[in-house]
């Protein structure tokens, strides 16, 4: 993934998860050699740009997405929207000046392995409470070519937030274009949720493929993954979904002393991509056990 210099993505801390998420951009007039600062781009297709620096302000124009802006200078207040804070930036575009707010532009920018004349914008899309006390924090990807949105994808993260945001080509599939990684952070320590969402860029449309949650718990971790094609241990036209996991003995109902072991398994299943979903190649899952003794 190759992303935009000046542009920051911030997370919030664990001791500030309920605070907005930060969204900054580096204007021109924070750089040293200020015309060499790079573009950034548009998020949201009609995202409005305006004539001052304020949400009742006239509207100039509205932006589509991947379109590119020179951002000129920030406001020193924020605004928080979508559970998002962040600046509001005057920006160049279509011969025009004005305003819009940094949550309508893009965090992250990669072009396409399989067709060059397909680029990506990518960033948060909105951060809100869920009603399961935490908070649904949604990315948005958006697939432009020669100015025109072809495809969006919003997906969730299914722990806090997302890390690097990564396309590794086709990985050896013969019917993708791109492989789209959102790595999730291990937040909270013992027994957090953490991995990666899988996203593929396939027949010109975005597939939102599997999440791939694991535990990072000692004895207690699990974990599941890809291997694809390209990889080492990878075989032609087949994506192994490899699972570690584990299963505790059962009790005996007279015994009072808990076990000090458990059961690792380890798990091979093998897929093929039909250009929509993973289905089963065919080929039967393979699993393999043995017994750890607990300290």
Same mark, same amino acid.
């Given at each position: 993934?190759?992303?935009?210099?000046?542009?920051?993505?911030?997370?919030?801390?664990?001791?500030?998860?309920?605070? $907005?998420?930060?969204?900054?951009?580096?204007?021109?007039?924070?750089?040293?050699?200020? !015309?060499?600062?790079?573009?950034?781009?548009?998020?949201?297709?009609? =995202?409005?740009?305006?004539?001052?620096?304020?949400?009742?302000?006239?509207?100039?124009?509205? =932006?589509?997405?991947?379109?590119?802006?020179?951002?000129? !200078?920030?406001?020193?207040?924020?605004?928080?929207? @979508?559970?998002?804070?962040?600046? +509001?930036?005057?920006?160049?575009?279509? @011969? #025009?000046?004005? +305003?819009?707010?940094?949550?309508?532009? =893009?965090?992250?920018?990669?072009?396409?392995?399989?067709?060059?004349?397909?680029?990506?914008?990518?960033?948060?899309?909105?951060?809100?409470?869920?009603?399961?006390?935490?908070?649904?924090?949604?990315? %948005?990807?958006?697939?432009?070519?020669?100015?025109?949105?072809?495809?969006?994808?919003?997906?969730?993260?299914?722990? +806090?937030?997302?890390?690097?945001?990564?396309?590794?080509?086709?990985?050896?599939?013969? @019917?993708?274009?791109?492989?789209? *990684?959102?790595? #999730?952070?291990?937040?909270?320590?013992?027994?957090?949720? *953490?991995? !990666?969402?899988?996203?593929? +860029?396939?027949?010109?449309?975005?597939?939102?493929?599997?999440?791939?949650?694991?535990?990072?718990?000692?004895?207690? /971790? !699990?974990?599941?993954?890809?291997?694809?094609? &390209?990889?080492?241990?990878?075989?032609? @036209? *087949?994506?192994?979904?490899?699972? /570690?996991?584990?299963?505790? $003995?059962?009790?005996?109902?007279?015994?009072?002393?808990?076990?000090? &072991?458990?059961?690792?398994?380890?798990?091979?299943?093998?897929? %093929?991509?039909?250009?929509?979903?993973?289905?089963?190649?065919?080929? =039967?899952?393979?699993?393999? %056990?043995?017994?750890?003794?607990?300290?």
């Amino acid at each position: 993934m190759r992303a935009l210099a000046p542009l920051l993505f911030l997370l919030p801390t664990v001791a500030g998860a309920q605070d $907005p998420v930060f969204v900054y951009h580096t204007p021109r007039a924070s750089y040293l050699f200020p !015309e060499e600062a790079g573009p950034a781009y548009v998020l949201f297709t009609d =995202a409005p740009v305006h004539a001052e620096p304020a949400m009742d302000a006239p509207v100039l124009l509205k =932006a589509t997405a991947g379109e590119v802006v020179q951002v000129l !200078e920030a406001t020193e207040d924020t605004l928080v929207l @979508n559970g998002m804070m962040s600046h +509001w930036y005057r920006v160049a575009l279509r @011969n #025009v000046e004005g +305003w819009t707010w940094g949550g309508n532009l =893009a965090q992250r920018t990669f072009g396409s392995h399989g067709d060059p004349t397909v680029k990506f914008v990518a960033g948060i899309d909105h951060v809100t409470p869920s009603d399961t006390g935490r908070y649904d924090f949604s990315y %948005r990807i958006v697939a432009v070519r020669n100015g025109r949105e072809l495809d969006r994808i919003v997906v969730r993260s299914f722990a +806090w937030g997302f890390e690097e945001v990564r396309d590794h080509g086709h990985l050896g599939l013969r @019917n993708v274009d791109d492989v789209i *990684t959102l790595a #999730v952070p291990c937040v909270g320590g013992c027994g957090c949720t *953490t991995g !990666e969402v899988v996203v593929f +860029w396939s027949g010109g449309r975005f597939h939102h493929v599997a999440d791939l949650m694991g535990t990072p718990d000692g004895e207690f /971790s !699990e974990n599941v993954g890809f291997v694809y094609p &390209s990889d080492m241990e990878g075989e032609a @036209n *087949t994506i192994v979904r490899v699972t /570690s996991t584990y299963e505790e $003995p059962e009790e005996e109902e007279q015994s009072d002393e808990p076990s000090n &072991s458990l059961s690792r398994i380890l798990r091979k299943e093998y897929l %093929r991509w039909d250009g929509k979903a993973l289905v089963p190649s065919g080929r =039967a899952m393979e699993e393999r %056990r043995y017994e750890m003794t607990l300290d």
